[in-house]
C-alpha cells in the first residue's frame, strides 16, 4: 500500500464493483502514512491498524463505505494484525460485529495473542447477539491436519 498506483488501483476496484466492505492485509504501511490513506475519500471510510511508526510490516485494513462506516461502534486493534468493528443498526436488523486478522506465519506469541482476544469478542458477540464476520488471512493450513490451528479451531 506503499505504492501510489496500488492505491489508485485498489480505489477503482472498489469504486467499479461497488463492494460494501473490503479488507486488506500485509498493507506495510507505518502508523503515520496509515493513519491518512484513502482521508477525504467521500465514497469509503479506512479503517487502518499498522504495526508501529518504525516498522512497515504487516498491517490490516478494511474499507467500508461511508453510509455503513456511520453505523460503527468501538472500534478495537492488534496493532498491525486485527481490527474489531461494530455496527449497530435500529429496529430487527441485527447488529454485526466485523473481525479482520491478519496472523503471520511461525509467530507464536502474536497468533495467541489474536487467539485470545477473538475467543473474547467471538463470546460477547455471542452474548450480545450480533452477527459475526471473521475474514482476513490466518496463515492455516486447512490440508495440514498435523499443524496446530488456534484461530480456526477457535472459531
Known sequence: MNDTKKQGDIRKFLSKENWDI???????????????????WDKYKCINSSYNNENNKNGIIIMIRRDIYDRGYKIETING?????????????????????????NDKPTTNN????????????INL???TIILGDFNES????????????TI
Open 129 to 131: 447477539e450480533y452477527e
Open 142 to 153: 486447512a490440508n495440514n491436519k498435523k499443524k496446530l490451528k488456534p484461530l480456526t479451531n
Open 22 to 40: 473490503a479488507i486488506i492485509n500485509e498493507t506495510k504501511l507505518k502508523e503515520a502514512k496509515g493513519k491518512y490513506i484513502y482521508n477525504g
Open 114 to 125: 489474536i487467539e485470545k482476544h477473538l475467543a473474547k469478542w467471538m463470546n460477547e458477540a
Open 81 to 105: 494484525h486485527v481490527i474489531k468493528f461494530d455496527l449497530l443498526f435500529k429496529g430487527n436488523q441485527k447488529n454485526i460485529r466485523i473481525i479482520g486478522i491478519y496472523n503471520p506465519n
